[in-house]
Every structure is written in C-alpha cells, then in structure tokens.
C-alpha cells in the first residue's frame, strides 16, 4: 500500500533498524484488520447510501417496536437479546456484504494431510503435510462464478442466498474454505451491536 512504503521510506530515512521497520508494518497489518476498520467501512456505507440506512433502520425499529415496554410509542426501551440480534438478516446482510468488499488479510493455515492442488490452468502442486499455506479471501469474494457482479455494493446480496462454485453450494461464502476463529461470532455480534446502537 502506498502508506506502508511511505512508513518504510520514511523509517529508512530517519534512520530506524530494519526490525524496527519490519515490527512497525507487521503491527499495522494486524491492528488495519478488526472490528474496528469494519466499523469504519459499515458507517461509511450507511451514510453514502440513504436507501441503505433506510433498510437497516426500518429492520430494526420494527424489532424495537414489538419490544417496547410500557405501551408509550415515545419510550424506546427495549431489551435485545442475541438472538435477536441475530435474527436481523439486512444487518446481518450489510454487514457480510461490507466484510466482502473490504477485507483484505492473508490467512496463514497449515495443511492437515498431503495434498495435491491443482489450478484452474491445469497446472499441479504438492501441499506437504506440514506445510503453511496462505490463502488471500479477497480472490474468492470478487469472483463472478459465486458472486453476480461481485464489484457492486449490494447490501441485502447475503439475504436468504445460496452460493456457488464449480457446480458445488459454497458452505462458507465470507471464507469459502471455513474458519477456526474463536472470536468470528464476537466480532459479528460487535458489529451488529454498533450498526443497531
């Protein structure tokens, strides 16, 4: 990105050591890629596109609504629950939508069993067990055989939707290969909870 070799060129020039650099970069790839740049992209989302804001604020009040207490329409105490959180499929829509078309981290695995991979070309390698391998989800999430113009900002695109690969129902359509992490749900229901609040 142009800010890291700025960051580098200028670290450089002032001197610092290259594991100075190196630990400088490695910490703003990780702290660029939570919740918070999400949160950041949800916003600005929600305030280009009235339509969209429109949506998501009409999915949430109704919820609100039929959870007021105290019969005075003024009042907007209610209780959400998790679940209820999560039954909001235009927030829940946005938001993969918004993680879709901004993300952009590698994701380092390690390969449980030899494996042989082969390319859409035709060409063949040998994944060892062991071995590291990085997988970059962006390729997947532009990809037109899964996604239908997959470069447009469609918020409501994860709304009762089936994926597609290769014939196949794609099980996972934000990380096609799954994920392990134990704070996938958190950082949803985050989300979720900032773009309701």
């Not at 019969?71 to 959180?85: K, P, Q, R, S, V």
């Not at 390969?111 to 060409?123: H, L, P, R, W």
């Amino acid at each position: 990105s142009d800010y890291i070799k700025f960051a580098t060129q200028f670290m450089l020039k002032n001197k610092q050591s290259e594991r100075d650099i190196i630990c400088h970069n490695l910490i703003f790839l990780h702290v660029n890629y939570n919740t918070f740049r999400v949160a950041y992209w949800c916003m600005y989302k929600l305030m280009e596109d009235a339509g969209i804001m429109a949506a998501v604020r009409r999915e949430v009040e109704e919820v609100v609504d039929a959870k007021r207490t105290g019969g005075n329409m003024l009042e907007y105490e209610a209780e959400f629950t998790t679940e209820d959180i999560n039954k909001l499929p235009i927030v829940d829509s946005f938001l993969k939508e918004v993680i879709r078309l901004t993300s952009g981290v590698f994701m380092v695995r390690i390969c449980s069993a030899d494996t042989k991979f082969s390319t859409a070309s035709g060409e063949t390698y040998n994944v060892r067990k062991g071995d590291r391998v990085a997988i970059y989800p962006p390729v997947f999430h532009h990809d037109p055989e899964v996604y239908e113009d997959p470069e447009t900002f469609k918020y409501d695109r994860f709304v009762d939707a089936e994926f597609f690969k290769n014939g196949s129902k794609v099980k996972h359509p934000l990380i096609g290969f799954g994920s392990l992490c134990p704070g996938q749900k958190l950082s949803m229901l985050q989300l979720k909870w900032f773009i309701i609040n």
